[in-house]
């Protein structure tokens, strides 16, 4: 049953599924080895010294544990597969890096504005000067200058994002767009709901919480609205220019 599904899977949506595994299992084995990839490869502040250019692409490979991975990859998976059997292999590679690009765009600008709030710089020099594991996963950093309106600037500089979330959204966006009324069966809650008010209520709930900011809350919203957002604009970009289609 599961090597049918797999096997009726198009093939960039299966390259996709299965890098996104390889590098979760990476992560679990390597960090039983004391190499953290989440912090080498996830997505940091570009101000921060344990930025690096190849984050801008590796983070949203990562995942923080197995349900996100798992829940990113049945949305990749439900909304992806259809996506591009429609578009064909180029069209939709292109719309995948796109919305997971632009959803760490947008992600990075609000960390650029909260630290600006914070601290009158958008790029203020604070050092990361030491990482140290906690266990369970978490790890402690030590920051380097340590004075009054730069210690939650700081946090900023190490929150490093990971996942496919965004572009998740930017399909789920693209979805609702080209087939508004396709039915889906939840199973939490257990209803049928169409296309376009999936969308609509996972853009109002990601924009709420983003508005409420809540401490502890480690999800980046406005990477999933980003997602959305630049979904939105690829989808019109396309409606307009019908000479180009793959």
Do not use: C
């Not at 710089?121 to 996963?137: A, L």
Request: charged share 15%; net charge neutral.
């Amino acid at each position: 049953m599961f090597r049918q599904l797999f096997t009726n899977i198009p093939d960039v949506t299966k390259n996709l599924l299965i890098l996104n595994a390889l590098f979760f299992l990476a992560t679990v084995v390597l960090k039983g080895q004391g190499i953290d990839l989440d912090i080498m490869l996830g997505m940091h502040y570009p101000a921060s010294n344990v930025f690096e250019p190849y984050q801008v692409i590796t983070h949203f490979f990562m995942h923080g544990d197995f349900y996100h991975l798992l829940f990113n990859m049945i949305g990749l998976i439900v909304f992806g597969s259809q996506l591009e059997r429609y578009w064909g292999k180029k069209r939709f590679f292109i719309f995948y890096f796109v919305t997971a690009i632009g959803a760490m765009v947008l992600h990075t600008l609000v960390q650029g504005i909260e630290i600006h709030m914070l601290t009158g710089e958008w790029f203020p020099n604070i050092y990361v000067s030491d990482v140290e594991s906690v266990g369970n996963g978490m790890v402690r950093w030590r920051y380097e200058p340590n004075f009054p309106g730069y210690g939650d600037a700081s946090s900023r500089y190490a929150a490093g994002t990971v996942g496919a979330s965004g572009a998740v959204y930017g399909l789920l966006m693209a979805f609702a767009l080209l087939f508004p009324n396709t039915e889906f069966r939840l199973l939490f809650p257990p209803i049928t709901l169409k296309a376009k008010w999936m969308a609509l209520i996972m853009g109002i709930f990601a924009l709420y919480q983003a508005y409420l900011n809540s401490d502890g809350d480690s999800v980046a919203h406005f990477a999933h609205l980003g997602g959305m957002l630049f979904g939105f604009i690829m989808i019109q970009i396309w409606k307009r220019d019908k000479s180009n289609f793959y």
